[in-house]
């Protein structure tokens, strides 16, 4: 392995012994949710992985290093940690060569997840196009990763802060497989209606493992999205909808621009709801680590 790269020990010895590994990633951590509900979050997708009998590899760049798999206590130090860098792709050699601490994004985390061989990968909503995008070009690299990046990644579809429809549309150009698990609509992160109806539906662990065993087989180059519904939550769609318009103005109002976007936009939805989007989050996060964990492990048992 290279010499930026350093495995925990559970990851070692799941390695040693075949047992599958599921990675998770830490811009969620990071710049998704507030402290302390972010390290309890995190803890809590970790719970759900070895629950359903997998190990879990949250990833992120602790002082120059990529570490796949963090301690208990090295997440609530990163939790609680300020001014750390959010990494994409195109961000981790920077963070490694200047020993920084960095949080992975999906694409980050995409990309360390291939280099250390693991192949299933959970999150709550991937980085898309953003409303608006004809004007300010803001596309997220996760899409662009998912084009050239051979990992499976279980998330509950993208936000609304974004323009389904072209993330879709870019999807597609890119020729990356969505999977609908035992749905057939794209899910929109807090709700799992879209608008968007989706081709290739999975009813459950094995046919989603088969679908990507099968997508390694013939070598297709892309990530393959495994779309799963958040579970029920009584969240207010209309208000929720409204604070997302409100929170795109006014980013736009306040010049925001780059990596500092999607969260800006998360914690600013996150005050609007007065918090009531929080708990859906977290909650469609252990389910989408579960489901990661199930889908993993009928991989390598298939
Ligand atoms: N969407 C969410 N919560 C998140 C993110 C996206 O609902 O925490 C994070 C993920 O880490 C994702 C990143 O990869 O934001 C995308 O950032 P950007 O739009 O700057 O590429
Ligand atoms: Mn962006």
Same mark, same amino acid.
């Given at each position: 392995?290279?010499?930026?790269?350093?495995? !925990?020990?559970? +990851?070692?010895?799941?390695?040693?012994?075949?047992?599958? +590994?599921?990675?998770?990633?830490?811009?969620?951590?990071?710049?998704?949710?507030?402290?302390?509900?972010?390290?309890?979050?995190?803890?809590? #997708? *970790?719970?759900?992985?070895?629950? $359903?009998?997998? =190990?879990?590899?949250?990833?992120?760049?602790?002082?120059?290093?990529?570490?796949?798999?963090?301690?208990?206590?090295?997440?609530?130090?990163?939790?609680?940690?300020?001014?750390?860098?959010? =990494?994409?792709?195109?961000?981790? $050699?920077?963070?490694?060569?200047?020993?920084?601490?960095?949080?992975?994004?999906?694409?980050?985390? #995409?990309?360390? !997840?291939?280099? %250390?061989?693991?192949?299933?990968?959970?999150?709550?909503?991937?980085?898309?196009?953003?409303?608006?995008?004809?004007?300010?070009?803001?596309?997220?690299?996760?899409?662009?990763?998912?084009?050239?990046?051979?990992?499976?990644?279980?998330?509950?579809?993208?936000?609304?802060?974004?323009?389904?429809?072209?993330?879709?549309?870019?999807?597609?150009? %890119?020729?990356?497989?969505?999977?609908?698990? %035992?749905?057939?609509?794209?899910? $929109?992160?807090?709700?799992?209606?879209?608008?968007?109806?989706? *081709?290739?539906? =999975?009813?459950?662990?094995?046919?989603?493992?088969?679908?990507?065993?099968?997508?390694? @087989?013939?070598?297709?180059?892309?990530?393959?999205?495994?779309?799963?519904?958040?579970?029920?939550?009584?969240?207010?769609?209309?208000?929720?909808? !409204?604070?997302?318009?409100?929170?795109?103005? *006014?980013?736009?109002?306040?010049?925001?621009?780059?990596?500092?976007?999607?969260?800006?936009?998360?914690? @600013?939805?996150?005050?609007?709801? @007065?918090?009531? !989007?929080?708990?859906?989050? =977290?909650?469609?996060?252990?389910?989408? %680590?579960?489901?990661?964990?199930?889908?993993?492990?009928?991989?390598?048992?298939?």
């Amino acid at each position: 392995m290279l010499e930026y790269v350093k495995l !925990s020990s559970e +990851v070692v010895l799941a390695r040693g012994e075949g047992q599958p +590994v599921v990675a998770l990633e830490s811009t969620l951590i990071t710049h998704g949710l507030p402290n302390p509900l972010n390290a309890e979050t995190a803890l809590a #997708m *970790e719970a759900a992985v070895r629950a $359903a009998g997998a =190990v879990p590899a949250t990833i992120a760049i602790l002082g120059g290093r990529l570490c796949i798999g963090l301690s208990e206590e090295e997440i609530r130090h990163l939790a609680a940690s300020q001014d750390v860098l959010k =990494v994409s792709s195109h961000g981790l $050699a920077y963070a490694l060569a200047t020993s920084r601490t960095a949080a992975t994004t999906v694409s980050g985390t #995409m990309y360390a !997840s291939r280099l %250390a061989g693991i192949r299933y990968f959970a999150t709550g909503g991937i980085g898309g196009v953003h409303r608006g995008a004809a004007i300010t070009g803001d596309i997220s690299t996760d899409l662009l990763e998912l084009s050239r990046t051979q990992v499976a990644v279980v998330c509950a579809g993208a936000k609304s802060i974004l323009d389904i429809g072209l993330t879709l549309e870019y999807l597609e150009t %890119a020729g990356v497989p969505i999977l609908g698990y %035992a749905t057939r609509e794209f899910p $929109a992160f807090f709700t799992p209606t879209s608008g968007h109806p989706l *081709e290739y539906i =999975v009813q459950d662990a094995h046919e989603a493992a088969r679908v990507f065993r099968a997508h390694r @087989r013939l070598n297709l180059p892309t990530g393959v999205l495994i779309a799963c519904p958040p579970p029920q939550s009584d969240i207010d769609q209309a208000r929720l909808e !409204s604070a997302t318009r409100q929170a795109v103005h *006014e980013a736009g109002q306040a010049g925001i621009t780059g990596g500092e976007v999607t969260p800006w936009l998360l914690a @600013r939805v996150a005050d609007l709801t @007065r918090g009531e !989007s929080l708990k859906a989050n =977290v909650a469609l996060l252990k389910n989408n %680590a579960r489901i990661a964990a199930h889908i993993a492990i009928a991989d390598a048992t298939a």
